[in-house]
């Protein structure tokens, strides 16, 4: 399988069909980048990199760092976890807070805004500087130093956080937080704010495709049967209320952040991110999710 020549076709017919949506501006700073960036990374389970567009821009990763918070967390409490998130998908979109309420403040899954800041808020119980350590983390999945938190992002969504601050109250309310909500809230939206490339941010995720090891890192990062479950999370969870759609259209285990990126996993192939940052009315990004279409519709093997 030629990659290259793969991920420059499907630039090429996404970029032909010329489609359109609308750039996050529920955080202001988000909504001042230019609409029609487009980059496709994908890397081989050897760790060859191929790229297209514009991979080598930094771009604001968004919920997609919930995957890099949940792996650092699931190690020290493994299955502990799921007495305080569950596992299954929601149907409502990323920043609901319906269903808490019935479920007793415990999040239906660790990708929706409600589950990832019980898994924030896990990761300030165990790692003292946590926005440091959580780069340091994706740093060395990556093999080299690219993350940078956009502090401008950051507050622009520390000013306009009601409805994060909401959950995080909510969850409080039913004891399913422990830290201040303060230093929780700012470290969840410093996790939100880095930014790396389409490059960094495929061989960050390359454990998940290669049973938990990470070639960059050259450590087994998670057991073999934890990095199936958390892909197994991407599946069902990933993509919020259009888990079912992505599972559906392009069949991988992947997560979706409202800065436009999407990072998915073939495992024991590859692992690609792809990014621009028109997103459709769940909040994902409409060019990312036509191109890893059209990629998994030309392979010659899929996950099933
Ligand atoms: N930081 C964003 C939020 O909490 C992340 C949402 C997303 O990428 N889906 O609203």
Redesign the pocket.
């Known amino acids: 399988m030629d990659y290259q020549q793969l991920i420059e076709e499907v630039y090429q017919e996404v970029q032909e069909e010329n489609l359109k949506g609308k750039v996050?501006d529920?955080?202001p700073e988000i909504a001042t980048v230019d609409p029609n960036q487009f980059g496709i990374a994908l890397v081989d389970i050897k760790g060859n990199v191929f790229g297209v567009g514009d991979h080598q821009k930094p771009f604001s990763?968004?919920?997609?760092s919930?995957v890099h918070t949940l792996t650092m967390v699931f190690n020290f409490f493994n299955s502990k976890l799921w007495t305080r998130v569950n596992v299954e998908p929601s149907g409502d979109p990323?920043?609901s807070i319906a269903q808490l309420e019935y479920e007793k403040g415990i999040p239906r899954n660790p990708f929706i805004?409600a589950g990832?800041l019980v898994i924030t808020d896990a990761l300030c119980s165990k790692f003292e500087k946590p926005i440091e350590q959580v780069s340091a983390f994706i740093n060395e999945l990556a093999g080299e130093t690219c993350v940078m938190v956009n502090n401008d992002v950051k507050n622009s969504?520390m000013d306009h956080?009601e409805?994060?601050t909401a959950l995080a109250y909510f969850l409080k309310s039913f004891k399913n937080f422990n830290n201040p909500i303060d230093q929780v809230l700012e470290v969840?939206?410093s996790h939100?704010?880095m930014e790396m490339s389409c490059v960094d941010l495929a061989k960050s995720f390359s454990f998940l495709a290669n049973d938990g090891y990470s070639i960059f890192a050259d450590r087994q990062v998670l057991t073999e049967s934890q990095s199936r479950r958390v892909n197994a999370l991407m599946l069902t969870c990933g993509f919020?209320d259009e888990a079912g759609e992505f599972a559906y259209k392009v069949g991988l285990p992947g997560k979706?952040?409202?800065?436009g990126g999407v990072a998915a996993v073939m495992p024991h192939k590859f692992s690609i991110a792809v990014w621009s940052p028109e997103l459709n009315e769940k909040?994902?990004s409409v060019k990312a999710i036509r191109a890893l279409e059209l990629l998994t519709d030309k392979l010659s093997f899929s996950l099933f």
């Open positions: 996050a529920y955080i990763i968004q919920s997609i919930k990323f920043n805004n990832a969504e956080g409805r994060n969840y939206f939100c704010a919020y979706s952040g409202v800065g909040g994902n």
